[in-house]
């Protein structure tokens, strides 16, 4: 047998440890793999208008490939710490330090490779699919159409070897260093119990409770600059949570009597308290990874609500598909003759039936203490008839206070306590508030009747206000609006356009946000996974030794729920709280309430991870049971 077929049927003996290794590797090249995939694709290379684009996958690829660097470094630490023994035994038998660091060398650039060709095929398998998600996401004009990526694809496969290359030196250079003695026992060596420092204790607490209080009181603009301090205070003190108050607790349980000797307690609080050393690390990383993937989909989740409120507000306030406003003070007649005509053409092009009225926007500062618009009953029953509204009829003597829904000044309470003055001093008192949407203005306004409106003064300032309403499909009419705001001088308004730039300005966030939020959760899930596989041949020789001592399955079942629920939901719970801190903190940013948006999010994961939770479970449980 040749030693590199040693390396590999090590891989091979090893694969259920190496599965999750192997699998989560090759999910971080199929990520790195994707944007690469757009970041050369032809429809985005040499553009100006996706520039933006480019670079926003650019930063995202370096983002996971800094982040795989540790997350491989990591991996490997851990299957080196199971495999003591083995090597132990290896040298015993005659291998060298240098024959030692070559095998694992092999084996991991093995790994790494098969990671790498697995991540570029999976990418490449998908990337219609992804792309077509991206096309609709980004909302891109160009289509994203499919292409054989070979730049992507040769940066993708020497950006990794060079990464898994660096990593096997650095790991195979770490084992010159150990001697025989401390392979041989392996990890039956204890680390001895942790102690925990009182004052590191109190710190934990205080810094996270400090670090709460600023990101939840903190309003406006003080929010981002609160952000940084806060983040590393938290860091601190979670990581002091985990090293030190945790510690502090299980001793503390473990000195009551009363606690430590119930049932199977004593097994799992000794464990528990052997392995805190090892699992401080392990849940510090995990609760700080969650934390991010959490806050980053949390926040974009809010994005998307916050995208939606406004896509609502933008119907409100332009509420026909088609206006265009225009004054003698910014456009000539001819140039609004020919804005109106051309925006008719392009209708009458797109075969659009449309249904088009017009009229003039009159606003007074001399018939109220306010400079208000005043509107015809006609003018306004008119747009009113376009929008599907009842038309609405005005007394002798009385006008109407029409209040909308961006009045956020309270206008329309103001105006209704007030009267409008005629030019021949009469004097009209209104007799009710209505609630309309029928012109795009900003502010609440009054509409009195034909005979009445002949009677105002002269105006102060005046706009020539058209709108077209249509029953075509999205498409068409987003396709007519683009060609029309790109040749009128005058303010066209579309709906269509409007939402589509609101959802092409946020795109490019939502897609590589989501991407990285979910990479890091996946990878949290990896950690885990690695931690709790670590020990899994020490638990099969522990419990075998109890089983010998009258432990049953069903309490073994019992002591391995405890301690793998213990392992997946501390760091998770945790990061659910620093998640919520924190999310509550950026729903201050937004005008509308994100709480239940925060909520969903956080309980999708907590989800998960109970799911994910169960799985593991059942295979590490049928893995120790065999020792029974």
């Known amino acids: ?13 090893n694969k259920r440890l190496y599965a999750a290794y192997f699998l989560s590797s090759m999910f971080t090249v199929m990520v790195f793999f994707t944007f690469a995939i757009f970041s050369f694709h032809p429809a985005l290379t040499g553009s100006v208008i996706y520039a933006n684009v480019q670079v926003g996958m650019n930063i995202a690829a370096g983002i996971i490939y800094v982040f795989s660097f540790f997350f491989i470094l990591y991996s490997m630490s851990s299957f080196l710490h199971t495999r003591k023994r083995e090597f132990g035994l290896l040298m015993m038998q005659g291998m060298s330090i240098r024959q030692a660091r070559l095998m694992v060398f092999m084996e991991n650039i093995l790994i790494g490779f098969f990671a790498t060709i697995g991540g570029i095929l999976l990418g490449l398998i998908f990337s219609k699919g992804i792309l077509l998600v991206a096309e609709n996401v980004l909302i891109m004009d160009d289509a994203l159409n499919f292409y054989i990526p070979m730049q992507a694809v040769v940066i993708t496969f020497v950006s990794f070897i060079v990464l898994f290359f660096f990593i096997s030196l650095f790991i195979s250079y770490i084992l010159r260093s150990r001697k025989l003695i401390e392979l041989i026992k392996g990890s039956k060596q204890s680390k001895g119990e942790p102690k925990a420092n009182l004052l590191l204790t109190i710190l934990a607490v205080f810094l996270i409770g400090i670090g709460y209080v600023v990101a939840l009181t903190a309003k406006g603009k003080d929010i981002i600059n609160v952000m940084s301090p806060v983040m590393v205070v938290l ?116 075969n659009m039936e449309a249904v088009h ?17 005043v509107v015809r009953q006609s003018d306004f029953n008119r747009f009113a008839s376009l929008l599907g509204e009842n038309p609405i009829d005005v007394q002798e003597g009385k006008v109407k206070v029409v209040k909308v829904l961006a009045d956020n000044w309270g206008l329309a309470e103001t105006l209704v306590e007030q009267s409008v003055k005629l030019s021949s001093g009469v004097t009209l008192s209104p007799d009710e508030v209505i609630h309309s949407n029928v012109l795009p203005v900003t502010s609440s306004y009054y509409v009195i009747s034909d005979q009445h409106y002949e009677e105002l003064p002269a105006s102060s300032s005046e706009e020539d206000y058209h709108a077209w309403q249509l029953a075509d499909e999205e498409e068409t009419i987003l396709a007519a609006s683009i060609k029309i705001g790109e040749e009128v001088s005058g303010l066209f308004y579309s709906q269509e356009l409007q939402i589509y730039k609101l959802n092409k300005q946020y795109g490019l966030m939502l897609f590589v946000g989501l991407f990285i939020g979910i990479v890091f959760f996946a990878l949290a899930g990896s950690f885990l996974y690695f931690r709790l596989y670590t020990d899994l041949d020490e638990d099969k020789q522990k419990f075998r030794s109890i089983a010998r001592m009258g432990l049953t399955e069903k309490e073994l079942k019992k002591v391995l729920t405890k301690q793998t629920a213990i392992l997946f939901f501390t760091p998770i719970v945790v990061a659910l709280i620093h998640g919520a801190i924190a999310l509550t903190a950026v ?30 479970r059942y295979f590490y449980m049928k893995q120790v049971r065999t020792v029974l």
Do not use: C
């Open 1 to 13: 047998m040749t030693f590199r077929r040693f390396a590999f049927n090590n891989v091979v003996r």
């Open 235 to 350: 860091i601190i003190g979670t990581y002091l949570l985990f090293t030190q108050l945790s510690v502090y607790l299980i001793r503390s349980f473990k000195k009551n009597d009363h606690i430590f000797w119930n049932k199977t307690n004593m097994i799992f609080l000794s464990d528990l308290s052997f392995r805190m050393k090892d699992n401080a690390r392990t849940f510090f990383i995990v609760a700080v990874v969650s934390t991010v993937a959490f806050i980053a989909i949390g926040t974009l989740v809010g994005f998307k609500t916050l995208i939606i409120e406004q896509e609502k507000e933008i119907k409100n306030h332009y509420p026909n598909p088609f206006s265009y406003t225009t004054s003698e003070e910014y456009t000539t007649n001819e140039q609004k003759e020919q804005d109106i005509a051309l925006i008719n053409e392009t209708i009458k092009d797109a």
């Open 357 to 373: 009225e017009q009229t003039i926007l009159r606003y007074y500062d001399d018939v109220n203490p306010h400079f208000v618009l």
């Open 587 to 616: 729903s201050h940013l937004f005008p509308y309430d994100l709480i239940k948006v925060s909520t969903m999010v956080l309980g999708v994961f907590l989800v998960i991870q109970i799911v994910y939770f169960y799985i593991v």
